[in-house]
Antibody
Framework: QVQLQESGPGLVKPSGTLSLTCAVSGGSISSENWWSWVRQPPGKGLEWIGEIYHSESTSYNPSLRSRVTISVDKSKNQFSLKLSSVAAADTAVYYC??????????????WGQGLLVTVSS | DIVLTQSPATLSLSPGERATLSCRASQSVSSSLAWYQQKPGQAPRLLIYDASSRATGIPARFSGSGSGTDFTLTISSLEPEDFALYYCQQRSNWPLTFGGGTKVEIK
């Protein structure tokens, strides 16, 4: 059973960089899946941020592309999210998730529990 | 971006009743649509993918239908644990997008 666990600071200052890590257990990040980040502002809907393959190929939501970097660390079986120049609108629960497709851009069958990140001074 | 519009925003029903949730896409997504269930404080759970295929472990009371721009999630007989938020998501065009959600609440 694949499990994902987000970690990182719960509070980030405006204009700073949000940095989160997702640890994968019960499976290899080098499997034929893509790995995604999805966020959900409090009381609102879901927004896909981007995804990565173990070969380090990435795909990002154009609305966030200029500020987002997703990377993978195969030795630690984890992947990470960096979001720069954050503002209050970036306050959200951030989820990591597994894309069930080998080609990416699909649906998400395993999710982390989510981590609330608040942007505030 | 493809916009997914879910209706109604809230559905008030009693246990045992049938729930019918709608998701309409701003342009055709063929059958490339999924449904998720989300309970308070939890991550979404994949219920249906490719419009009508049930994900692993999902009870048969959940079914999906539709293609093109109009999709439906049906819960044939609501169980107490089915009262939750439901989201649709398309994978036909980049970027992946989600609908605004339908809340199924106890009447």
């Amino acid at each position: 059973q694949v499990q994902l666990q987000e970690s990182g600071p719960g509070l980030v200052k405006p204009s700073g960089t949000l940095s989160l890590t997702c640890a994968v257990s019960g499976g290899s990040i080098s499997s034929e899946n893509w790995w995604s980040w999805v966020r959900q502002p409090p009381g609102k809907g879901l927004e896909w941020i981007g995804e990565i393959y173990h070969s380090e190929s990435t795909s990002y939501n154009p609305s966030l592309r200029s500020r987002v970097t997703i990377s993978v660390d195969k030795s630690k079986n984890q992947f990470s999210l960096k979001l720069s120049s954050v503002a209050a609108a970036d306050t959200a629960v951030y989820y990591c998730a597994r894309d069930r497709s080998r080609t990416g851009g699909s649906y998400f069958d395993y999710w982390g529990q989510g981590l609330l990140v608040t942007v505030s001074s | 971006d493809i916009v997914l519009t879910q209706s109604p925003a809230t559905l008030s029903l009693s246990p045992g009743e049938r729930a019918t949730l709608s998701c309409r896409a701003s342009q055709s997504v063929s059958s490339s649509l999924a449904w998720y269930q989300q309970k308070p404080g939890q991550a979404p759970r994949l219920l249906i993918y490719d419009a009508s295929s049930r994900a692993t472990g999902i009870p048969a009371r959940f079914s999906g239908s539709g293609s093109g721009t109009d999709f439906t999630l049906t819960i044939s007989s609501l169980e107490p644990e089915d009262f939750a938020l439901y989201y649709c998501q398309q994978r036909s065009n980049w970027p992946l997008t989600f609908g605004g959600g339908t809340k199924v609440e106890i009447k």
